[in-house]
């Protein structure tokens, strides 16, 4: 259902056509990372850490390099020296240094004229290790006395006197805390924690590297961004960038895992090593869990004051996150975006990236949003039980709209969390009466979306159909959206429109599909590429006709005389045009490379019904709904697989997903036996509203709808929870061994 | 090591292979018969992306060894319809929008055919419990149970 | 001349300010002014900001245009996710 | 790793009794590929038992028991109408192992041979007094399933024992049986807690009884207290009171990834009650 109101008339925005990579996803034809081989290929694999901290003494490689079919065996003194800030973190989270810093974390590497024999190779690697003290909780590695990670990593940032692990330090605010706190009627205050979830994409990490010693190398690979692929390969193997070209595969999954490299420099460094022979490198799914980046987990306390009617008049948070042993927790978007839904005039946030001996997080759906939003949203919704209130109404109450200023500084422009709220308050579900031992959990989110370095090109075929080059990897269907803007620019039917992700050689830098930006990016500019085709095209139908191309108007597909005074021409169509080209000036392209900047944020709401059983503590999810806005959906279907998906991942994150380490620091899950995502039993139907409050700063009103998904969920669930127990969860994950204590303390008590 | 001759049909063409023996029947069609629409997801049957029937019976193709597929009959995604002669669930998915990033899409078509072959009119609850070994972590499930739904309801008709 | 909001955890490299006057046409002149003016906060600069004109956050526009009657605000560094 | 495809039990024994090295037998293959896949256990010896005259097959004896080939696989043992009418807790128990893709190869001998005191197969099978064939360098004998796991991983079979046949009992009159286990998804977990229950009623009032937990001690544990709480009653309340602490009191539980000391033993008594209600109103003729 989408709540359209009045805006321009589409022809093709809105529809729903098949996607066009739609056949070979269900024929099984479509290639991913592991799909492709090359003569002459060898296999890597790699020798990765049992110890969640040890100096690595020494490693000795001969009885692999022994071994029949073993060609090449690589260590970090194979890579290029001298790197600093995130491109050395990179390259030390991909091969292990002097110290190896968590349970995965690659040490050696093998490549051989199999998989079986690069696998049999590692277990003959000798590694001399001389293991550490480890921490892999956020609060233990922070508190004195705790092993230090790395010494010297802190930023500026960090004030004196804290323990070295905490390497970046954040504060921001406005108004005063104690003022805002005196005109409460109510204060509250509680400690949250979430732990750290894997984007858990099915397709694990795969490519096939090329690399020879002139420096020159090619690489196919799954990732959502293969320049950044490019950059961050050529600095770990000190290559120059241009020499590198990256070709993306189709991806399977990637949720913000797949912006950043783990085995990608390690193939091209077994590549060079074996003399230039191609080398595939494919992940295991315990690699994947063990040695790629889940979000960071998070410690927080959360203060808040509100009147008896529920207005906000002061909230306050601290927040402590671990993105493992580097830099880079999201911690930063966890401060600016922890009270961003609600209009408050005293507010305040201390936040805390603290490293650990777990893998180097990465990014995953709305980083660091998810957690800001269940401390936010739990102790909001708390505060409502007490004072009486009905949750949408108290958000409604505080909710930010054009023109006020945000808590992080500056004020919105058009945004849609009220429509959202509304559009929940009215929906069906929100009124299904609930029986014994079920509640209804109510949460909203939000996500700033990006724009990012954009590059695209168009081309008129000979026969008027159009080519499109993007350079943002399809995760979700967005070559059909890019193919339905073209087709609206354009005036063309959609199937003359074919979809291409080019490679690192074919365009200009491109930032990776992540930040919500694909649809609203790339689709930007493939619209002003279409834009400068469609001048090309109608100055072509001026010059035959021999009036001035402003007299030239563009419909429907056709370049026509814009008056009676332009003259009397038949309208001439994109194909006779482009059956000209040759002989009328040449090709036609249109391009766009910039940064745009004018993507809009997306709010959402959700709202959940769930059942707990009191004897056992666990949670069945009876219904869920969810809201957002998409300021316009150019393809709904798949902006519905995105809620839909978003919804899934928190449910997962809320109620069964975490890492789970040992006392010895190893992680105990790294299976989808016991990382627990959601299975199809497990989900009811997902129900979707679309709310469209139009983005002015895009030519069809899109906003990205990617990320704020997976925000409301975490809250959504607790409240749920705690609507259908009596009991208030503030630690996640929800499970049922934990319910069912929580559940007992209170009648206990 | 010794390798193992193993002779078997692939969506009803005769295949031959030699493996060695600890190769699944996964490594076997994707290393050595290029079927490549089976997908490794994790390489311990909890992700369905593997799936594929051997002698008619839905299977994870990474829990049974290459070596004992001698003599059988597997079935894989590519054997469930042709360019212009689809099945009508890889219809319905496409149309149904049932797939985003679709690694998981063969694994879950080989299942969900197999269960309409037993149970031509399953309820959502028996086929969400059917499917709970195919893991999703795109779609939140419901575009593709609508799409199997939509599916069965449409094979009914036509018989 | 523009003004520069600062967040919080900055204020102390910047004398206690919370609001900064800065000469500069663009985000570039206006953040180099600001560095100079309070060299302290250059290694926060160095690290990454990200900055708001009139409500329009731009991660890394040195470019983009301010002038005398925008509304600048920095935040901390934000990524795509 | 050699693999080898024995057309006899004893031939497989002999295989395996001859193995310098490890040995591993493979029917479904489910747990013995996971290890070999994650090099937890790489075999010397894989002996492939499927070639075997028999192992496919579910029979009716003519005591009205049941004998089941060892390479019976879930997804056949659910398929069997009428051996699921006689035992469906111990056919559920099979069922619940895994997915539908697992239920194609998984075999109740395999889930019982992996010695996970979580096995979700082995309650039923001891509930409802199962025993098994060994054959051996000696010949063949039969011993109750409640003798071969001996604790976690571990089996009471020795080097040249394979199992080669499961035999379940005559039904009889007036039986019933139920398997019920604790997991935080909806499919696709190991049991945090099971519990099978297997009685028979004489009137209302239960005559026999059997009750048997797992994933709450080193292995699968019958518990006598158990069965002696409910024998004699029509299952009152007061039967299932005394029968959930009977079940708490038999938890010999770890903390673990999967659950807490105290969630097992709670939960053991939530199963324990609730298992015995379907197992008794089965008993009645009930179809639940």
Known sequence: MALDSGKPKFKYIGTRPNRPDGLDKVTGRARYGADISAPGMLHGAILRSPHAHAKILKIDASKALALKGVKAVVTRADFADGLSGEDWNIQENCMAGEKALYDGHAVAAVAATSALIARDAIKLIDVDYEPLPHVTDVDAAMAEGAPVIRDGAADYSVPEGLHPNVVRYFESGRGDLDEGFAKADLVLKRHYTTEAAHQGYIEPHACLAQLGADGKGELWCCTQGHWYVRQMCAAALGLEVSQLKVTPSEIGGGFGGKTTVFIDPVALALSRKAGGKPVKLVMSRSEVLRATGPTASASMDIKMGMTKDGKITAASGTYRMQGGAFPGAPVDETTVLAFANYNIEHVHHVGYDVMSNRPKQAAYRAPGAPMAAFGTESIIDEMATQLGLDPLEIRLKNAVKEGVRATYGPKFPAVGLIETLEAAQSHDNYAVPLGPNQGRGVASGFWLNWGGDTSASVAISEDGTVAVTVGTPDIGGSRASMALMAAEAFGIPYENVRVHIGDTASLGINEPTHGSRATYASGLAVIQSAKECIQKLSKRAAEAWGIDPDAVIWEDGFARPSGPNAGEFEPMSIAEIAGNMSSSGGPISGHFEASPETYGGSFGTHVVDVEVDPETGRTTVLRYLVVQDAGKAIHPSYVEGQFQGGAAQGIGWALNEEYIYGEDGRLQNPIFLDYRVPVASDLPMIDTVIVEVPNPGHPYGVRGVGETGITPPLPAIANAIAAATGVRFTKLPLTPPRVLAGIKAAKNA | MSKHHVSATVNGDPVEYLCDPRETLLDCLRDHLGVMGVKEGCGTGDCGACSVTVDGRLVCSCLVLGVEAEGAEIGTVEGMGTEGNLHVLQEKFIEHAALQCGICTPGILVAAEALLKKNPDPSETELRYWLAGNLCRCTGYDKIIRAVMDAAADMREAS | ?81 | MKYHKPKTFEEAAQIAAGSNGVTRFLAGGTDVLVQLRSDVVTPDDLIDIKGIDGTKAITKRGDGGWDLGVAVSGAEMMEHAELKRDWPGLVEGMDLIGSTQVQGRATLVGNLCNGSPAADSVPGMIAAGCTVSITGASGTRNVPVEEIPVGPGRTALTKGDVISAVHIPPRGARGGDAYLRFIPRTEMDIAVVGCAVNLRLDGDEISEARVVLGAVAPTVVLVEDAAKAIIGTALDDGALDALGATATAACNPIDDKRGTIEFRRDVAAVLAKRAAKIAYSRAKGGQQ
């Open chain 3, 1 to 81: 001349m523009p003004e520069i909001h600062l967040w919080s955890g900055l204020r102390h490299l910047a004398g206690g300010e919370e609001i900064v006057a800065v000469e500069g046409n663009t985000i570039g002149q206006m953040l180099d002014a600001l560095v100079a003016k309070h060299p302290r906060l250059e290694p926060a600069i160095k690290a990454g900001v990200s900055v708001a004109v009139d409500g329009q956050i731009k991660p890394n526009n040195r470019a983009s245009k301010v002038s005398e009657e925008s509304e600048i605000f920095l935040l901390q560094k934000l990524r795509g996710g």
